[in-house]
């Protein structure tokens, strides 16, 4: 009897053990990247999309990073606005956590990946050629890219285009995906993204939303700009979440829309 007690003791004590390294991994630390963009300080410079395709190698015609002019017009009085845009890295829906992007992928959800976060905690989830890590950004995995460009025209915001300087990983006969990645390259070793530190005014702040000591927690703070969502990010009746928010005083994204006929040129130029 005795001697059973002692068994059950030590099983307990290792169910105990399992739960607190469950509960452990549970709580890993992840960080949940962003972007803020501060309409008060962008001068339309551009430093920002030269940056880009210089790091990142975008072909002539298409760009990562725009900005485009907006006017707002109450006659005689007319304001020129500068908008600057990227991939919003979106959240996804409220019900499946999954962007429209990932969700349309062929591939999605067939691959499992593991994510490395900066602290050393590890997190297994599912993807595709397109796909969102733990810590939120929105990466392609051109190895796995068939060209069928389904993700291109899923984005609501017309935020990715076809790389002609890259073959798709599974059919050499089409281009593989050009969009933002947050410069995960750089990122994932300490650095800021090439847009944010080329901007000589700031009017691009990038970090982590689980940190509450970083500049864009503070920032989201101070400007409500995830409670007021609804005016502080692109399009939110896409139902998109995005993680890329906008200190906009004038109400410049509300003057500023593209249709599903145009959404494709938003991050073209005239060079085709």
């Not at 790091?55 to 606005?81: A, F, M, Q």
């Not at 429209?100 to 993807?127: E, F, H, N, W």
């Not at 703070?221 to 009746?237: C, G, H, S, V, Y």
Request: net charge positive.
């Amino acid at each position: 009897m005795f001697a059973a007690g002692m068994v059950s003791a030590g099983v307990w004590k290792t169910a105990e053990a399992a739960k607190k390294k469950f509960k452990k991994k549970k709580k890993a630390k992840i960080p949940r990247w962003a972007m803020v963009m501060d309409l008060r300080r962008c001068t339309n410079v551009r430093a920002c999309t030269v940056a880009c395709k210089s790091e990142n190698k975008i072909p002539l015609g298409s760009w990562n990073t725009v900005v485009k002019e907006v006017e707002i017009s109450d006659w005689p009085n007319v304001d020129k606005e500068f908008l600057p845009r990227i991939c919003n890295h979106c959240e996804g829906d409220e019900e499946t956590g999954v962007p429209p992007c990932v969700k349309v992928c062929p591939k999605y959800p067939d691959i499992r990946r593991t994510y490395t976060a900066p602290s050393g905690d590890k997190v297994s989830y599912l993807g595709g050629a397109t796909y969102k890590r733990p810590d939120g950004m929105i990466l392609v995995d051109n190895t796995l890219c068939i060209g069928c460009g389904k993700c291109l025209r899923e984005c609501p915001y017309g935020a990715r285009s076809f790389n002609k300087l890259l073959i798709s990983g599974q059919d050499p006969e089409k281009n593989g995906i050009a969009k933002c990645t947050f410069c995960v390259h750089r990122v994932d070793n300490g650095v800021a993204p090439a847009c944010v530190e080329a901007c000589p005014h700031r009017a691009r702040i990038f970090g982590d939303l689980n940190d509450p000591e970083s500049e864009v927690s503070k920032l989201m703070a101070e400007f409500n700009l995830l409670e007021n969502r609804d005016k502080t990010t692109q399009w939110p009746e896409m139902g998109t979440m995005p993680q890329v928010y906008y200190i906009d005083p004038k109400g410049v994204l509300g003057h500023y829309k593209v249709s599903k006929d145009n959404k494709e040129m938003e991050f073209r130029d005239l060079i085709t």
